[in-house]
């Protein structure tokens, strides 16, 4: 097994084998963080287990209340790959608007990290431990699947900008009041609890 990440909530191994697979194990959290680590994990697995046989998303192969086993879906980062071909934002619209008619909203889309190139060149999604669920695509949901789409559109402005349409532009232009809320707020907090939790 390889340890792919480790932090003060649990582990992430990838499994050998044909077809990979990753293991989020909770259960070498944090004594004190083992709560919050199991119910982001369930959160994960819910989401997953809704995004079930779409591309561009790993399976959910069980989960048992302290380990997730997903598969593991080969490619770089976003930041790794630096993606220029418009081809690649397209292709993650189109996943950004599957995933949204599964009633699923990421929530942690502005982390290149989340956002893989596939040998392919084709985009992928990982780490689902904030996403929102709501199958009747509520209010919340809708606002929280355009900060989805804002987020995307960030990464398309960096890698690819003068691919940008002009209804693009105007929506990276005018945040939501959450948005901006959270921005001057929260946004600041959650850096630095990312970063001590590792």
């Not at 649990?10 to 070498?28: I, N, Q, S």
């Not at 993650?92 to 989340?114: K, Q, V």
Request: include cysteine; charged fraction near 25%; charge should be positive.
């Amino acid at each position: 097994m390889r340890i792919q990440s480790t932090a003060i909530l649990g582990t992430v191994r990838l499994l050998p084998g044909e077809p990979p697979l990753a293991c989020r194990d909770t259960a070498e959290a944090r004594w004190w963080a083992r709560a919050v680590a199991r119910r982001l994990a369930a959160r994960e697995a819910r989401a997953l287990h809704a995004l079930a046989g779409l591309g561009g998303f790993p399976a959910l192969l069980g989960w048992d209340g302290r380990r997730l086993l997903r598969s593991a879906i080969p490619g770089l980062t976003l930041r790794e790959a630096q993606p220029r071909d418009p081809a690649y934002f397209r292709a993650a619209l189109r996943l950004l608007t599957r995933m949204h008619r599964r009633g699923i909203a990421h929530n942690d889309l502005a982390r290149e990290p989340n956002w893989l190139v596939t040998p392919a060149g084709a985009p992928a999604l990982i780490d689902f431990q904030l996403a929102w669920r709501d199958p009747r695509r509520g209010r919340l949901f809708r606002l929280m699947a355009r900060e989805d789409l804002r987020h995307l559109l960030k990464h398309k402005r960096q890698y690819c900008a003068q691919h940008l349409s002009a209804r693009q532009r105007r929506l990276l232009a005018s945040p939501s009041g959450a948005a901006r809320l959270w921005r001057w707020t929260l946004q600041p907090l959650g850096r630095r609890l990312r970063a001590w939790l590792g």
